[in-house]
């Protein structure tokens, strides 16, 4: 089953405005990726945050990890049009060996110009 | 450009038959990850290669296989297809098996469609 779970499915904001994605997930992790789809493309790997980080930036991005709550949130500052596309958590999780990433259905997101 | 290649992009075949997806990881990856992105189940972790050998499996049918080759490519083999194989499948690749910190990119996918 799927470990990660994105909060909202979709979001509509106007350009500039900020955009805060959440993820949970529920099992012991290592790590946390975030990645980016643009429609029915590869997946661009934005951002990986460690377990026992609690913040991390990069660019116009900051993730947050809450290892006690199972979650994590991205936020987008000055969104743009070109940030319109599906965003995606992963959880590497620790236990099985392999540290697939274990993903969520994503945030839907549509920056409007 | 994430460095990860995948071929052929775009596979449209018939149901029953069977075909061959293709990887090459990043340079100095030891890794390869297979991944499915479907409507009704999201992306998906099939199987994982490192360094030649089977490291661990996942929501991967029966029907498939795969391989990695001592350049290190891989191969995702899918055969008797039917209607609900059509994905997209996405190659990964890392540095190591695992790590604290390892760093997954993916390819540009493969889509596949089964008439």
């Known amino acids: 089953s799927q470990q990660g779970e994105e909060d909202p499915q979709a979001l509509s904001i106007q350009e500039g405005e900020n955009a805060t994605m959440n993820c949970s997930y529920k099992t012991s992790i290592n790590n946390l990726q975030w990645y980016r ?64 990433l274990t993903f969520g259905k994503g945030t839907k997101l549509s920056v409007i110009p | 450009d994430s460095g990860v290649t995948q071929t052929p992009k775009h596979l449209i075949t018939a149901t029953g038959q069977r075909v061959t997806l293709r990887c090459s990881p990043r340079s100095g990856d030891l890794s390869v990850y297979w991944y499915q992105q479907s409507l009704d189940q999201g992306l998906q972790f099939l199987i994982q290669y490192y360094n030649g050998e089977e490291r661990a499996k996942g929501n991967i049918l029966e029907r498939f296989s795969a391989q990695q080759f001592p350049d290190l490519h891989s191969e995702l083999n899918l055969s008797s297809l039917e209607l609900g194989d059509s994905a997209l499948y996405f190659c990964a690749s890392s540095v190591a098996a695992g790590a604290y910190y390892n760093e997954q990119f993916f390819g540009p996918g493969t889509r596949l469609t089964v008439l």
């Open chain 1, 37 to 100: 789809q643009n429609s029915g493309r590869g997946l661009v790997h934005l951002i990986l945050i460690r377990s026992n980080e609690r913040e991390k930036h990069s660019g116009r991005l900051r993730v947050t990890l809450d290892t006690s709550k199972k979650s994590s949130s991205l936020l987008i500052t000055a969104s743009r049009a070109a940030d319109t596309a599906s965003y995606f958590c992963a959880s590497s999780y620790s236990g099985a060996g392999s540290y697939q």
